[in-house]
């Protein structure tokens, strides 16, 4: 056979050659929508790649991007990696302490910046050590006043660049592409490096039939942010074969996201379940035709049944559960049905759908506890661990490395089941499994269950120190917009659903829950915050 190394230059190319009329359609302000072909968005990418060139930009250099998903990121996504740099995609929402380790860590020498988010990198910079050329992305054509140093227009450098630009031929596979780092809870964000080779049979997985089946006819908006782990390998897939692109910007709204996608036909869409409860409540206030959508595909963390099932049942769209990490690039699983659970009854199809499914072809999972690999029932616990050719290896320059990666396999963190169809069944966290008297209680389950009721939005079950039992479920709610319900009418709700032990001793009720960067429930912030009205025990 050939050796032909997999790098994404060949995505570039293919792009240019065959789907140069197509579309892409990028939101980079609330009143600018820019609509551009694949032909131009190449020759400005070959133009990036050579004004970075100039700056400096060699193999190995690490080019950081504080960006919303936009064109202009866009081109950066290819720009770097394909002239052998390495794109770090920075997390515009971390703390300013955690952006400044980050961007130091990485040692980021030229940063691309989207105006709006200007400030946030105006008040760190003092602190940013190998910085030495920032790039200011913005639609007007003077540059805003700004106290940074070595600052350039991006359209500016574009416009004396080459857009005959070649990309060198002889990168490897193997040669890091991009990095994110995770949004930590505890401690500093660990990094994560990806290569040439794990990105592009991760795109070509994404376009299996049995996967998100990303296809040219596609109009694909990944809502799902582009700085956070390569926006699900959307971007990336979607150019490999000619996909239209909707690009939502900054500062969306779930009136935006519908408008959107009844106005550009989007076919597939990607986002945490926050993004897609807003949308539904947005739905049902001002009805769009979303008809054209194929697929919702949801992750990060647990999707509520009922919002899965009004998906699927009222408006007649799959409502996909993904799994995967930072670590993973980072798709592992999905939830799409299998042949022979077509004539399931609903209740036991949706069941299936709200779990986080079957391992995509290409990765070896495995779940595992004290006594060794779980039998698939659906009901023993273990961690699961994964390996692949789109699972990293180690951290990057961090000596955590060795807590999570072991025998060639990445432990994940995530306690799950297997059930007798293969699907896994993320019951919850290592840190955030709740021991009740020697038995384990999934606050994932619980939190599942109270989100099926009528007047909830949001909950998130908590561990609380318990001085016979060890520890106790907390349930800590948010009530949808003008509902109303009380702690015993919803302890008595779950009690028709679970073994009296699993029902949580106290409902608290608030005005929300603090979340990750990427939307995930913050469950070590919302133990503080609980503090205060248990600080000790729940008796």
Same mark, same amino acid.
């Given at each position: 056979?050939?050796?032909?190394?997999?790098?994404?230059?060949?995505?570039?190319?293919?792009?240019e050659?065959?789907?140069?009329?197509?579309?892409?359609?990028?939101?980079?302000?609330?009143?600018?929508?820019?609509?551009?072909?694949?032909?131009?968005?190449?020759?400005?990418?070959?133009?990036?790649?050579?004004?970075?060139t100039?700056?400096?930009?060699?193999?190995?250099?690490?080019?950081?991007?504080f960006?919303?998903?936009?064109?202009?990121?866009?081109?950066?996504?290819?720009?770097?990696?394909?002239?052998?740099?390495?794109?770090?995609?920075?997390?515009?929402?971390?703390?300013?302490?955690?952006?400044?380790?980050?961007?130091?860590?990485?040692?980021?020498?030229?940063?691309?910046?989207?105006?709006?988010?200007l400030p946030?990198?105006?008040?760190?910079?003092?602190?940013?050590?190998?910085?030495k050329?920032?790039?200011?992305?913005?639609?007007?054509?003077a540059?805003p006043?700004?106290?940074?140093?070595?600052?350039?227009?991006?359209?500016?450098i574009?416009?004396?660049?080459?857009?005959?630009?070649?990309?060198?031929?002889?990168i490897?596979?193997?040669?890091?592409?991009?990095?994110?780092?995770?949004?930590?809870?505890?401690?500093?964000p660990?990094?994560?490096v990806?290569?040439?080779r794990?990105?592009?049979?991760?795109?070509?997985?994404?376009?299996?039939?049995?996967?998100?089946?990303?296809?040219?006819?596609?109009?694909?908006?990944?809502?799902?942010?582009?700085?956070?782990?390569?926006?699900?390998?959307l971007?990336f897939?979607?150019?490999n074969?000619?996909?239209?692109?909707v690009?939502?910007?900054?500062?969306?709204?779930?009136?935006?996201?519908?408008?959107l996608?009844?106005?550009?036909?989007?076919?597939?869409? /990607? =986002?945490?379940?926050?993004?897609?409860?807003?949308?539904?409540? #947005?739905?049902?206030? +001002?009805?769009?035709? @979303? $008809?054209?959508?194929?697929?919702?595909?949801?992750?990060?963390?647990?999707?509520?049944?009922?919002?899965?099932?009004?998906?699927?049942e009222k408006?007649g769209i799959?409502?996909?559960?993904?799994?995967?990490?930072?670590?993973?690039?980072?798709?592992?699983a999905?939830?799409n049905?299998?042949?022979?659970m077509?004539?399931?009854?609903?209740?036991?199809?949706?069941?299936?759908?709200?779990?986080?499914?079957?391992?995509?072809?290409?990765i070896?999972?495995s779940?595992?506890?004290? /006594? =060794?690999?779980?039998?698939w029932?659906?009901?023993?616990?273990? #961690?699961?661990?994964? +390996?692949?050719?789109? @699972? $990293?290896?180690?951290?990057?320059?961090?000596?955590?490395?060795?807590?999570?990666?072991?025998?060639?396999?990445?432990?994940?963190?995530?306690?799950?089941?297997?059930t007798a169809?293969?699907?896994?069944?993320?019951t919850d966290?290592t840190?955030?499994?709740?021991?009740?008297?020697?038995?384990?209680?999934?606050?994932v389950?619980?939190?599942?269950?109270?989100?099926?009721?009528?007047?909830?939005?949001e909950?998130?079950?908590?561990?609380?120190?318990?001085?016979?039992?060890?520890?106790?479920?907390?349930?800590?709610?948010?009530?949808?917009?003008?509902?109303?319900?009380?702690?015993?009418?919803?302890?008595?709700?779950?009690?028709?659903?679970?073994?009296?032990?699993?029902?949580?001793d106290?409902?608290?009720?608030?005005?929300?829950?603090?979340k990750?960067?990427?939307?995930?429930?913050?469950k070590?912030?919302?133990?503080?915050?609980?503090?205060?009205?248990?600080?000790?025990?729940?008796?």
């Amino acid at each position: 056979m050939m050796q032909a190394p997999l790098v994404l230059t060949s995505f570039f190319k293919r792009a240019e050659s065959y789907f140069a009329r197509k579309s892409i359609i990028s939101r980079t302000s609330p009143h600018k929508i820019h609509r551009l072909t694949y032909g131009q968005w190449a020759k400005r990418t070959r133009r990036l790649a050579d004004a970075l060139t100039k700056l400096g930009m060699t193999r190995g250099t690490k080019v950081g991007s504080f960006a919303w998903n936009q064109h202009r990121h866009l081109e950066a996504y290819f720009a770097v990696p394909c002239s052998g740099a390495i794109l770090h995609m920075v997390n515009i929402r971390l703390s300013e302490e955690h952006l400044i380790y980050i961007i130091n860590h990485a040692e980021d020498e030229i940063l691309m910046v989207d105006v709006d988010l200007l400030p946030i990198i105006e008040n760190i910079a003092p602190k940013l050590e190998t910085v030495k050329h920032y790039i200011i992305m913005t639609d007007e054509p003077a540059l805003p006043k700004t106290t940074l140093q070595n600052v350039l227009s991006y359209e500016d450098i574009l416009a004396t660049a080459d857009e005959e630009f070649q990309f060198p031929e002889d990168i490897d596979e193997e040669a890091p592409a991009g990095m994110c780092y995770t949004s930590a809870t505890t401690g500093n964000p660990k990094g994560v490096v990806y290569s040439h080779r794990g990105l592009v049979l991760h795109s070509i997985m994404l376009s299996m039939s049995d996967s998100m089946g990303i296809a040219e006819r596609d109009v694909v908006m990944p809502i799902v942010p582009m700085f956070h782990a390569n926006a699900w390998g959307l971007p990336f897939a979607s150019v490999n074969v000619g996909a239209t692109q909707v690009l939502p910007g900054p500062q969306f709204t779930s009136a935006l996201i519908m408008d959107l996608i009844e106005q550009e036909k989007v076919t597939l869409t /990607a =986002g945490v379940p926050t993004i897609w409860i807003g949308a539904l409540q #947005e739905q049902e206030k +001002k009805e769009r035709d @979303i $008809s054209s959508l194929r697929a919702i595909c949801c992750g990060g963390s647990a999707s509520p049944t009922r919002l899965i099932r009004t998906f699927e049942e009222k408006y007649g769209i799959p409502y996909i559960v993904v799994y995967g990490m930072t670590e993973t690039t980072p798709i592992v699983a999905l939830s799409n049905y299998m042949s022979w659970m077509e004539d399931w009854p609903i209740e036991k199809r949706i069941e299936a759908r709200a779990m986080q499914g079957m391992t995509m072809a290409g990765i070896e999972s495995s779940i595992i506890n004290e /006594a =060794g690999e779980v039998p698939w029932d659906g009901e023993t616990m273990g #961690e699961l661990r994964l +390996k692949g050719p789109w @699972i $990293s290896n180690e951290y990057y320059r961090d000596e955590r490395t060795a807590d999570a990666y072991r025998d060639g396999w990445l432990y994940t963190g995530d306690i799950a089941v297997r059930t007798a169809d293969g699907f896994i069944k993320i019951t919850d966290r290592t840190k955030d499994l709740i021991k009740s008297g020697g038995e384990w209680i999934s606050s994932v389950d619980l939190e599942n269950a109270l989100m099926t009721h009528d007047a909830v939005l949001e909950a998130a079950v908590i561990a609380m120190p318990h001085a016979k039992w060890q520890e106790r479920p907390l349930a800590c709610v948010v009530l949808k917009e003008g509902q109303s319900v009380t702690e015993p009418e919803l302890l008595a709700f779950l009690e028709n659903q679970f073994a009296k032990w699993w029902v949580p001793d106290a409902v608290v009720f608030l005005e929300e829950i603090p979340k990750t960067s990427v939307g995930k429930f913050l469950k070590a912030k919302l133990r503080d915050n609980v503090a205060e009205i248990y600080p000790k025990s729940l008796v």
